[in-house]
């Protein structure tokens, strides 16, 4: 199997892992996947591995792509202690654990390329969209390669980028990273998977543990996944945007918790999706039609995946 190389860069003031991408590293690939499924399987980890690559690519800034890895994005450095420590990456650790397992059983693909396979992965898995993805990411490989806290959205104000609504601030947020308004629809949806706990972001009242949880995340056994089989959720607790809160589909833009807001979360960037003017458009065409959000979702979150990626030439399909 083919083994990564270092090598130093034109620009001296960072090196990187470049790994070989040739036939080996696309079985490597092929064998990540099979044990990101397993792992599925197993843990139902599939909401906060599409946090972790999500976490990883959105502190991308367009303006400076030219400049990596100071354009920051899909580059694996959340993996590292600074970034992690980032607020809005509470909780990540669990998941960059989860990377390292399959890291272990295909060491020479690039952390980069098993955080996005990983997230691309479960978003299938729990029902989704095939995400087109390419392979062969290289990355940072020190602390000082890391991010700066507040390239992520806040749920709520006060919002880091000095917005003064819910939609200015995902503009902001969102813009920064070359996506427009429907892109911006179209990867919220991604909340139709996945809970918030007080512990992590503050933006409910449940927490960690059965007794903290809501009727949806509350029960360690539960047919929460898009087969309907009950099994182990992982931690119980938090709360969801949506009933079947394991299952990828348009359940985000029917808005449930207008008829159970006692158990369901909506923060003010979700509301601002569809009462702002030009956002709501799309909101309301997803709520009608699940395969134009899945087709939609599928172009946005491809390209997220690429947002700052620096690839060994032109990349590989798996």
């Known amino acids: 199997m083919a083994t990564p190389r270092r090598v130093a860069t034109l620009s001296a003031h960072f090196t990187t892992n470049e790994p070989v991408v040739d036939d080996a590293y696309v079985a490597a690939l092929?064998?990540?996947?099979?044990?990101?499924?397993?792992?599925?399987d197993e843990t139902n980890a599939n909401p906060i591995l599409l946090r972790l690559a999500w976490h990883d690519a959105g502190t991308y800034d367009a303006a400076i792509a030219h400049d990596w890895p100071k354009c920051q994005g899909a580059n694996g450095s959340i993996r590292f202690a600074p970034e992690l420590a980032h607020g809005a990456n509470a909780g990540l650790a669990k998941a960059v654990g989860y990377i390292n397992q399959i890291k272990a059983k295909a060491p020479t693909v690039s952390y980069a390329d098993l955080m996005q396979l990983a997230a691309a992965t479960a978003i299938e898995h729990a029902g989704g969209p095939q995400i087109p993805m390419r392979y062969g990411r290289i990355d940072v490989v020190q602390e000082s390669e890391c991010a700066k806290e507040g390239n992520l959205p806040d749920a709520e104000a006060p919002y880091g980028t000095g917005a003064t609504t819910a939609a200015e601030h995902l503009r902001d947020v969102f813009y920064r990273m070359g996506f427009n308004d429907r892109e911006i629809v179209a990867l919220s949806g991604a909340h139709t998977i996945g809970r918030a706990f007080k512990e992590r972001s503050g933006v409910t009242k449940f927490g960690y543990g059965k007794a903290n949880g809501t009727k949806y995340t509350g029960c360690p056994f539960m047919n929460a996944r898009k087969d309907m089989v009950e099994?182990?959720?992982?931690?119980?607790?938090?709360?969801?945007?949506?009933?079947?809160?394991?299952?990828?589909?348009?359940?985000?833009f029917n808005q449930e918790y207008l008829t159970d807001a006692d158990n369901l979360l909506w923060l003010s960037t979700d509301r601002a999706l569809h009462t702002d003017p030009e956002f709501a458009p799309h909101f309301m065409r997803y709520a009608l039609d699940q395969n134009a959000f899945f087709y939609d979702f599928a172009a946005a979150f491809s390209k997220l995946t690429e947002c700052g990626a620096r690839f060994v030439g032109p990349g590989v399909t798996i």
């Not at 092929?30 to 599925?40: F, H, P, S, W």
């Not at 099994?231 to 348009?250: C, H, V």
């Open 30 to 40: 092929r064998v990540a996947r099979e044990e990101i499924r397993k792992l599925l």
């Open 231 to 252: 099994g182990a959720i992982g931690m119980p607790g938090g709360a969801s945007w949506t009933r079947q809160w394991l299952k990828f589909d348009n359940s985000y």
